[in-house]
């Protein structure tokens, strides 16, 4: 059974840094790419960083220069690492696993004016 848990979220002011965890088990975690999603109020789940076996990395260009997605294959862990957090990066954010397609509960992000 697949099973994605994530951590690290919280309250920060702007400008503020947090990291996001993953932790997954129940796949073959070395060979899957692993993104982070989040989802705003009102608005639709979106792509935020994406991470390959080989570790080739993609950004949604709102936060490019800000966040980094890392993992660890000894720990079976994908990492998001937030920078220069910004009010609109208020959001639940999800960790997916493309294969199989798995989804984490999900982990609150809010960032203060």
């Known amino acids: 059974q697949v099973q994605l848990v994530e951590s690290g979220g919280g309250l920060v002011q702007a400008g503020g840094s947090l990291r996001l965890s993953c932790a997954a088990s129940g796949i073959v975690f070395s060979i899957t790419t692993m993104s982070w999603y989040r989802q705003a109020p009102g608005k639709q789940r979106e792509m935020v960083a994406v991470i390959t076996s080989g570790g080739s990395t993609n950004y949604a260009d709102s936060v490019k220069g800000r966040f980094t997605i890392s993992r660890d294959n000894a720990k079976n862990t994908v990492y998001l690492q937030m920078n220069v957090l910004k009010p609109e990066d208020t959001a639940v954010y999800y960790c997916?696993?493309?294969?199989?397609?798995?989804w984490g509960q999900g982990t609150q992000v809010t960032v203060s004016a």
């Open positions: 997916n696993a493309r294969f199989p397609n798995s």
